[in-house]
């Protein structure tokens, strides 16, 4: 009886341990203050993030998320994507082939032109200036300068 009353001590103990010991701080619900669903989030730093989602919702923080700023958009369609290469460049894309682009951290954003009319739903730079955005219907566009141009690499819809 003996052995059975220290093995349960002890293996509480250990449990009780090993919970303070490898604790981590898990994740904590942030207020957005919009009620439209969102898609995607993109932080360029510990602090200046942006999220963007449906009827073209733009959202950004400069404090960690704590709080939620909204930003004009250019389109009411929804945006699935975004990515920022710095605090002040960066774009997101979404429905019907948007691409929409900032160039001063969102205060304003300005859409590009594609071409096309499928939905585009991943976007990724790897500079300032060459970038690519995929979609539906095996949709791959390439930019080289900035998003002036989107030359199609793979597309079924080609408007």
Known sequence: MNFLRNTLVLCSLFYFLSRSLFSQPGWVTQSSG???????????????????????KILKTTNGGTNWIS???PTANPIFSVF?????????????????TTGNGGTSWTLQTTGITSALNSVYFISAFTG??????????????SGVNWIPLLSSSLA
């Open 34 to 56: 919009t009620t439209e669903h969102l898609r995607s989030v993109y932080f360029v730093n510990d602090m200046t993030g942006w999220a963007v989602g449906y009827a073209g």
């Open 71 to 73: 930003q004009t958009s």
């Open 84 to 100: 920022f290469v710095s605090t002040t460049v960066g774009w997101a894309v979404g429905a019907m082939g948007d691409i929409i």
């Open 132 to 145: 690519w955005a995929a979609g539906e219907f095996t949709t791959v566009l390439k930019t080289t300068n």
